[in-house]
């Protein structure tokens, strides 16, 4: 059974620029959520996509979004990036929303 | 709003030397808390799910308990290898979000 995969690991951006993180969902599930973790906190709930549709919002600003595939996979997109965005952005997937949730390894975001 | 506090920040003990780390929460209505073990720079790795005041799970050197406004972790006879940042999250009967408290480091020397 493969795990939640995350593409790419590592980035560096440049203050102003967009980027795109991808995430590759677990076999069999249909519910993707992502997350931002700063160094040292807990991370941060983003939005999570449940069947294609958005299933919930954290408290980010409307420059974070997303989508989800019909194969369930997904992306973030970021843009105008801040320095303050640098971050380790974790994608996890579950069987539904109710259920455990499984993270991927994390893209570390540098934004210069 | 939901809210989860982890305490101690960072705790250090000998090999072998038994331990409990603690999760408060406050939340409307708990559909579950969980517990994950994150590694430097990886993605937090699920450990348990707990859905009611007086459910304990265990796995290995591990057991987690939950009362209604807390839970433990606690370790016996942890190892070297059980270092770690062990994170705590609750969500609500009505949520979507895992809300994450700020993790307990936990390390273990020889």
């Known amino acids: 059974e493969t795990g939640v995969t995350q593409s790419p690991t590592h980035l560096i951006k440049t203050r102003g620029q967009q980027v795109t993180l991808r995430c590759s969902s677990q076999?069999?599930?249909?519910?993707v959520s992502w997350y931002q973790q700063a160094l040292g906190q807990g991370p941060q709930f983003i939005f999570q996509?449940?069947?294609?549709?958005?299933?919930g919002r954290g408290n980010f600003p409307p420059r974070f979004s997303g989508l989800q595939f019909p194969n369930y996979s997904s992306e973030l997109n970021v843009n105008a990036l801040e320095l303050d965005d640098s971050a380790l952005y974790l994608c996890?997937?579950?069987?539904?929303?109710?259920?455990?949730?499984?993270f991927g390894q994390g893209t570390r975001l540098t934004v210069v | 709003e939901d809210q989860v506090t982890q305490s101690p920040e960072a705790l250090r003990l000998q090999e072998g030397e038994s331990s409990s780390l603690n999760c408060s929460y406050t939340?409307?209505?708990?559909?579950?808390l969980f517990w994950y073990r994150q590694d430097p720079g990886k993605g937090p790795e699920f450990l348990f799910t707990?859905?009611?005041a007086g459910e304990e799970k265990e796995k290995e050197r591990l057991k987690a308990t939950l009362t209604k406004k807390e839970s433990f972790l606690h370790i016996t006879a942890p190892k070297p290898e059980d270092s770690a940042t062990y994170l705590c999250?609750?969500?609500?009967?009505?949520?979507?979000?895992?809300?994450f408290g700020e993790g307990t480091q936990l390390t273990v020397n020889p």
């Open positions: 076999s069999g599930h249909n519910t």
């Open positions: 939340v409307s209505g708990l559909r579950g």
């Open positions: 999250a609750v969500k609500e009967t009505s949520g979507s979000r895992l809300t």
């Open positions: 996890a997937s579950s069987r539904d929303p109710k259920t455990e949730a499984f």
């Open positions: 707990l859905y009611s």
């Open positions: 996509y449940y069947r294609e549709e958005e299933n």
